[in-house]
């Protein structure tokens, strides 16, 4: 078998695909802590893991991703404990996040300490850490006896994996080794919070809402003003900042690094159609006659009625399904614009490349 432990000359790796068992995962956890690179599920998507402390590890999840390198590494750890290998500072305020909900679907940035490598954080001086609710990824993360990088296990820009065949699809013949295990619970990537400053702010919205943080802390929390990009009316999330979705197009920058980037994008085009939902399913109709009759295979995803926790579950399958039928043209119904339909609403927002009709 050659690994990425080898020299790789054709850039094709005979990668193993592994079950879930004990034994499995000690291989698996093997590889890792000799610098190779593992799909692997957790409860939020699958996970592209290489030991967080080896940057020739982590430059080859850049490359086996095609990711930009200013794009960091979530660090995942087995046990709420190993903060402390990350950073010096930890708050009270990050103890009651842990304390509330880890190990789960949340990232937190805190302060990195300099012993982990710029290659794993984007050459910023904090790091997100991790850690996910998932037996199977903690015990492989426990096996690899070290904390592991790993960000979502598909190529960069395409939609993230919620099932092992996502992973075989993107990444076979570039890593060492997938483990097929069960499917996402969650079905869309950890909340990401900036825990450096007084005031936490929301950098990527998920399963945890702000609600709920804001519950565990006892106080606002901030969203990232980038995140309003695409959003139609000011909803109890954007409350503070006075901006709605047009006004917040150009004017800030995300502060997750990967947020800039194209995401979640399905090969077909995709439209948003939001409002009253006869008029939507109308339009829906009404664009799809029209669409096919130029010749355009077309498919519409019903995201209302699937509901927010189905949709999060499904969205991303969804996409990759479409893709895989060759849909030139995907018409989907909206969610409202909160708490999990909010988080939800991101995805699908950048998924259609921000193509909305509001009827
Ligand atoms: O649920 C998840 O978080 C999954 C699973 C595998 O744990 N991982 C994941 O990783 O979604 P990734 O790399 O696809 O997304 C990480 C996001 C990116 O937008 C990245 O820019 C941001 O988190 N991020 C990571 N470290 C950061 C930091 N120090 N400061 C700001 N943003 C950061
Ligand atoms: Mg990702």
Do not use: W
């Amino acid at each position: 078998m050659k690994t990425y432990l080898e020299e790789d000359k054709d850039n094709k790796l005979d990668t193993l695909l592994l079950d879930d068992t004990t034994e499995s995962l000690k291989k698996a956890g093997n590889i890792i802590k000799k610098g190779g690179l593992v799909g692997f599920p957790t409860e939020t998507v699958y996970g592209l893991g290489a030991d967080a402390f080896n940057k020739e590890a982590v430059k080859k999840v850049y490359k086996a991703k095609g990711r930009p390198s200013d794009n960091p590494m979530i660090v995942h750890i087995s046990k709420v404990e190993e903060l402390k290998i990350l950073t010096d500072e930890i708050t009270k305020d990050m103890e009651t996040i842990m304390d509330a909900f880890c190990p789960g679907p949340i990232t937190i940035i805190v302060r990195a300490k300099e012993e982990i490598p710029l290659e794993t954080r984007g050459g910023l001086d904090t790091v997100g850490v991790r850690c996910p609710e998932d037996n199977v990824a903690r015990k492989l993360i426990e096996f690899s006896n070290t904390p592991v990088a790993a960000p979502s296990a598909n190529l960069s820009g395409r939609p993230s994996p919620t099932k092992g065949e996502h992973v075989v699809e993107d990444l076979k013949g570039k890593i060492d080794a997938i483990i097929l295990g069960k499917d996402a619970k969650v079905g869309i990537e950890s909340t990401v919070i900036d825990m450096t400053k007084e005031i936490p702010m929301i950098l990527r919205p998920g399963v945890i809402t702000k609600e709920e943080i804001e519950d565990a802390l006892g106080k606002i929390v901030l969203l990232d003003p980038s995140l309003n990009k695409g959003l139609r009316v000011e909803t109890k999330e954007n409350i503070g900042f006075q901006h709605k979705a047009d006004e917040a197009d150009e004017e800030y920058t995300p502060k997750a690094p990967g947020m800039k980037y194209k995401h979640y994008a399905p090969k077909g085009e995709m439209i948003l159609f939001r409002g009253d939902r006869q008029k939507v399913l109308d339009a829906i109709r009404k664009t799809k006659t029209a669409k096919e009759k130029e010749g355009l295979k077309v498919s519409i995803v019903d995201f209302s009625e699937l509901g927010e926790v189905d949709s999060a579950k499904k969205l991303f399958s969804i996409l990759r399904e479409m893709d895989k039928n060759s849909v030139d043209l995907i018409l989907a119904t909206t969610l409202e614009e909160r708490e999990l339909g909010f988080s939800v609403m991101n995805r699908m927002i950048r998924s259609a490349g921000f193509k909305i009709i509001d009827v």
